[in-house]
């Protein structure tokens, strides 16, 4: 049956079939905002500047922690293996970047010591740092690398010593300096208030081998202890060698470019002194 409409009841008509397609689309668009929009698991939107929201995001880690590697101006990196490729020998003699850039590319450690800075930062709720802990990945020290040694010709001061830890000690600790017996966090903590952030310099000791180790914090936030591991600045492990005596070749880098250095160079610069 055709059902005709005058010039009234067909605007009527058109209009309320106008509203009912808004209303749809009203639907679909409060449908995709509740299936796209964050849940309880997902990225919250920030508030605008100035505002507070009423309660933290519970995905919100509690703790932050960073590591940067902090060698001082004269430092040296040592390789195990001299490079054997003509490409590798010309990178080490002609390398622009210094030393550590291009020993860390090709596995190396620092020689007599290496400095970390770590940086820790409360997140949404206090809590306490109760020990920042040297896990070895060996129970003893492998013999030092005495492939390449690499050198940095500043003449900078060594990097005061906050906290150290003997690495050819079968269970390293850190300890203050000058108390080199007393575990440093056996009578310390450090507590953190929301977002408050406290740096502590670490410097790592070899004095007779090679040692890889990992670093992992221990803390406590509301009642329950938690851990939490330190990514290493490079690599997959924090490493440190002691000097040696028998580098195949070293090199000495400076600002106006590399040199070659002889065996009694390489032994002054590595602190290998007297096994020279």
Same mark, same amino acid.
């Given at each position: 049956?055709?059902?005709?409409?005058?010039?009234?009841?067909?605007?009527?008509?058109?209009?309320?079939?106008? *509203?009912?397609?808004?209303?749809? !689309?009203?639907?679909?668009?409060?449908?995709?905002?509740?299936?796209?929009? /964050?849940?309880? $698991?997902?990225?919250?939107?920030?508030?605008?500047?100035?505002?507070?929201?009423?309660?933290?995001?519970?995905?919100?880690?509690?703790?932050?922690?960073?590591?940067?590697?902090?060698?001082?101006?004269?430092?040296?990196?040592?390789?195990?293996?001299?490079?054997?490729?003509?490409?590798?020998?010309?990178?080490? %003699?002609?390398?622009?970047?210094?030393?550590?850039? &291009?020993?860390? =590319?090709?596995? $190396?450690?620092? *020689?007599?010591?290496?400095?970390?800075?770590?940086?820790?930062?409360? $997140?949404? =709720?206090?809590?306490?740092?109760?020990?920042?802990?040297?896990?070895?990945?060996?129970? #003893?020290? %492998?013999? /030092? +690398?005495?492939?390449? !040694?690499?050198?940095?010709?500043?003449?900078?001061?060594?990097?005061?010593?906050? &906290?150290?830890?003997?690495?050819? %000690?079968?269970?390293?600790?850190?300890?203050? #300096?000058?108390?080199?017996?007393? =575990?440093?966090? @056996?009578?310390?903590?450090?507590?953190?208030?929301?977002?408050?952030?406290?740096?502590?310099?670490?410097?790592?000791?070899?004095?007779?081998? +090679? =040692?890889?180790?990992? !670093? *992992?914090?221990?803390?406590?936030?509301? $009642?329950?202890?938690?851990?939490?591991?330190?990514?290493?600045?490079?690599?997959? @492990?924090?490493?440190?060698?002691? /000097?040696?005596?028998?580098?195949?070749?070293?090199?000495?880098?400076?600002?106006?470019?590399?040199?070659?250095?002889?065996?009694?160079?390489?032994?002054?610069?590595?602190?290998?002194?007297?096994?020279?």
């Amino acid at each position: 049956m055709v059902t005709f409409f005058t010039g009234t009841e067909h605007r009527t008509a058109a209009w309320s079939f106008l *509203v009912g397609v808004l209303s749809a !689309l009203v639907a679909v668009v409060t449908l995709v905002v509740d299936v796209w929009g /964050p849940d309880d $698991g997902g990225s919250a939107a920030q508030p605008a500047a100035g505002s507070s929201s009423a309660s933290p995001s519970p995905s919100e880690p509690d703790l932050y922690v960073t590591a940067v590697s902090a060698p001082d101006d004269s430092a040296c990196m040592a390789l195990a293996d001299p490079p054997t490729s003509l490409a590798d020998r010309a990178e080490l %003699a002609a390398a622009d970047s210094g030393p550590f850039e &291009l020993a860390e =590319r090709h596995g $190396g450690a620092m *020689v007599g010591q290496s400095v970390i800075d770590i940086t820790l930062q409360g $997140g949404r =709720r206090g809590l306490t740092v109760n020990s920042i802990d040297v896990m070895p990945r060996t129970p #003893e020290v %492998a013999p /030092p +690398y005495d492939g390449v !040694l690499l050198c940095s010709g500043g003449q900078g001061e060594a990097a005061k010593i906050e &906290l150290a830890a003997d690495m050819d %000690a079968p269970a390293p600790y850190l300890y203050k #300096e000058g108390s080199p017996s007393v =575990r440093h966090f @056996a009578g310390h903590t450090i507590t953190l208030a929301p977002q408050e952030q406290v740096a502590v310099k670490a410097t790592f000791l070899a004095n007779e081998g +090679y =040692r890889e180790f990992d !670093l *992992v914090v221990r803390y406590t936030v509301d $009642g329950k202890r938690r851990s939490l591991a330190v990514q290493p600045p490079s690599g997959d @492990a924090y490493a440190v060698t002691a /000097p040696s005596s028998t580098y195949d070749l070293g090199y000495l880098y400076m600002v106006t470019g590399s040199s070659r250095m002889s065996a009694r160079e390489m032994c002054d610069a590595s602190g290998a002194k007297e096994e020279c």
